[in-house]
Nanobody, 115 residues
Framework: QVQLVESGGGLVQPGGSLRLSCTASGIIFNIYAVAWYRQAPGKQRELVAAVASGGTTNYADSVKGRFTISRDNAKNTLYLQMNSLKPEDTADYYC?????????WGQGTQVTVSS
């Protein structure tokens, strides 16, 4: 059974930083493409950042230069380092993994950026 367990969300002031983690079990992690999505209240879920199994990264324009996605295949873990956070980054963040027709979502972790 595949499980994705996220952690690291919370409340942070504007300009602060958070690091999200997503640990996978039940799969061969290093062959999956992985990504972080987010969904703010009343809005559609959107791609934040992605990294392919080969290491190529892709970011939403709104987070370029502030967020960094990385993966540690030895630990079956995906990370999202978020710096210079803004109130508009407030959302539920979800990790996502995919290979061919198989895809899985984490349960989500809440990030609130507020003073």
């Amino acid at each position: 059974q595949v499980q994705l367990v996220e952690s690291g969300g919370g409340l942070v002031q504007p300009g602060g930083s958070l690091r999200l983690s997503c640990t996978a079990s039940g799969i061969i992690f290093n062959i999956y493409a992985v990504a972080w999505y987010r969904q703010a209240p009343g809005k559609q879920r959107e791609l934040v950042a992605a990294v392919a199994s080969g290491g190529t990264t892709n970011y939403a324009d709104s987070v370029k230069g502030r967020f960094t996605i990385s993966r540690d295949n030895a630990k079956n873990t995906l990370y999202l380092q978020m710096n210079s956070l803004k109130p508009e980054d407030t959302a539920d963040y979800y990790c996502y993994i995919r290979r061919l027709a198989s895809e899985y979502w984490g349960q989500g972790t809440q990030v609130t950026v507020s003073s």
